[in-house]
């Protein structure tokens, strides 16, 4: 099976995914027998999209794969689109690979410092944000935060995330009487606790000089 990690508006398609990897099992494949397969799409418009993108060849009326399958997961970059098949190394390379993301903000020099996967599974501000803005299928736990910010605006979001954070330069502990959706996100992230005393607690570390927050 081939996976595609941040699929583009082309290679998020249904057809498209079924096609390469229906392509990756055949050999001699011809137009006829891909419209048998797929009936129920409009086959020859897309396949000119694909040919066109260069995903797909076509050679004497037969049509393979073309795609840039990876070749080093070492190389690879956050968020780069990448065609990887599931029963490769390289695959098993990429899933274990960590990646370190930065959010900032205009509001205040606040910066957070959060770890990921390269599939952006786990739990962080930033694979929140960026999946909201691609589409991208959300995981249990981000579907958690959505439920709390939905499609909240980054910047936004970030000024008052940041600007609770903050508060932590000067108090081990800060109280939060009205329920806040910000401060709801930064709990369900971990980048606070609750103590017994019903009062929030940072559970991250901090660079008070450099004012980091770094979420490993």
Do not use: C, W
């Amino acid at each position: 099976m081939i996976r595609i990690f941040n699929p583009s508006r082309l290679t998020r398609q249904a057809f498209f995914k079924d096609l390469i990897n229906y392509l990756d099992q055949q050999d001699d494949v011809i137009l006829r027998q891909i419209k048998a397969q797929f009936p129920e799409v409009p086959v020859d418009k897309l396949m000119e999209e694909y040919i066109k993108a260069g995903f797909i060849l076509r050679e004497n009326k037969r049509y393979r794969l073309n795609l840039p399958f990876l070749e080093s997961a070492d190389r690879v970059e956050l968020d780069q689109e990448v065609f990887a098949r599931e029963e490769s190394e390289l695959y098993q390379e990429l899933k274990a690979r960590a990646f370190q993301t930065e959010l900032r903000n205009t509001t205040n020099a606040a910066i957070l410092i959060e770890e990921t996967d390269f599939e952006r599974k786990a739990q962080t501000l930033s694979n929140y944000f960026y999946k909201v803005a691609h589409q991208y299928p959300l995981t249990e736990e981000q579907e958690k935060l959505y439920a709390i910010l939905g499609d909240v605006n980054p910047e936004y979001a970030l000024k008052y995330m940041t600007s609770f954070l903050l508060k932590f330069l000067k108090k081990d502990q800060v109280q939060q009487k009205r329920r806040d959706i910000f401060v709801d996100s930064l709990e369900v992230l971990g980048y606070i606790r609750k103590n017994d005393e019903g009062k929030y607690e940072l559970a991250v570390d901090l660079d008070k000089e450099r004012l980091m927050f770094s979420k490993q």
